[in-house]
T-cell receptor, first 114, second 114 residues
């Protein structure tokens, strides 16, 4: 079992550009959550996808959007990048949270905006 | 609303000494509480979790935490620190499990002196 895999591992973008980050969940998992971890801070919840729909959303602007595919993999899109979007983006996969299951985190994608 | 506060952004102990990382939580409902560890340039690994069963929770790598409702605390301890324990530690809270939206603390960096 490959666990949760994220790509790319590192990325450098210019202010104003758009970026897409990808996440493949652990085998058998159908729920994907995304977190942003700025340098020196704890991760912050962006949103969660289940059955291809956004189920929950944190306090992030509409520039942050996502998608979940029928195979449960997910993408995080950020438009009009700001310098402040530089962070480690973590993906976590799980089964339906209401079942009391646990989430497994990927290694993250380090995004640098210059 | 739920939140966690980690007291001390940096803790330094000698190898073999007691490790104590402090966490206080706020929750309007019985919380699920977690401790995660993050090694440099890596994702998050679950150390242990409290889910309203035993108040003393044992985790991996010799760590344990005690849930104290009267003090709204969930401090992490390890009797004898090892050099490999050097990492960032995050206390976190959620409504159901780590698969639901997790609120993380700001983290405590643990350093181990030889």
């Amino acid at each position: 079992d490959a666990g949760v895999t994220q790509s790319p591992t590192h990325l450098i973008k210019t202010r104003g550009q758009q970026v897409t980050l990808r996440c493949s969940p652990k085998s058998g998992h159908d729920t994907v959550s995304w977190y942003q971890q700025a340098l020196g801070q704890g991760p912050q919840f962006i949103f969660q996808y289940y059955e291809e729909e956004e189920r929950q959303r944190g306090n992030f602007p509409d520039r942050f959007s996502g998608h979940q595919f029928p195979n449960y993999s997910s993408e995080l899109n950020v438009n009009a990048l700001w310098l402040g979007d530089s962070a480690l983006y973590l993906c976590a996969s799980s089964l339906d949270p209401t079942l009391g299951t646990e989430a497994f985190f990927g290694q993250g994608t380090r995004l640098t905006v210059v | 609303a739920q939140s966690v506060t980690q007291l001390g952004s940096h803790v330094s102990v000698s190898e073999g000494a007691l490790v104590l990382l402090r966490c206080n939580y706020s929750s309007s409902v019985p919380p699920y509480l977690f401790w995660y560890v993050q090694y440099p340039n890596q994702g998050l690994q679950l150390l242990l979790k409290y889910t309203s069963a035993a108040t003393l929770v044992k985790g991996i790598n010799g760590f344990e935490a005690e849930f104290k409702k009267s003090e709204t605390s969930f401090h992490l301890t390890k009797p004898s620190a090892h050099m490999s324990d050097a990492a960032e530690y995050f206390c976190a809270v959620s409504l159901y499990s780590s698969a639901s939206k997790i609120i993380f603390g700001s983290g405590t960096r643990l350093s181990i002196r030889p």
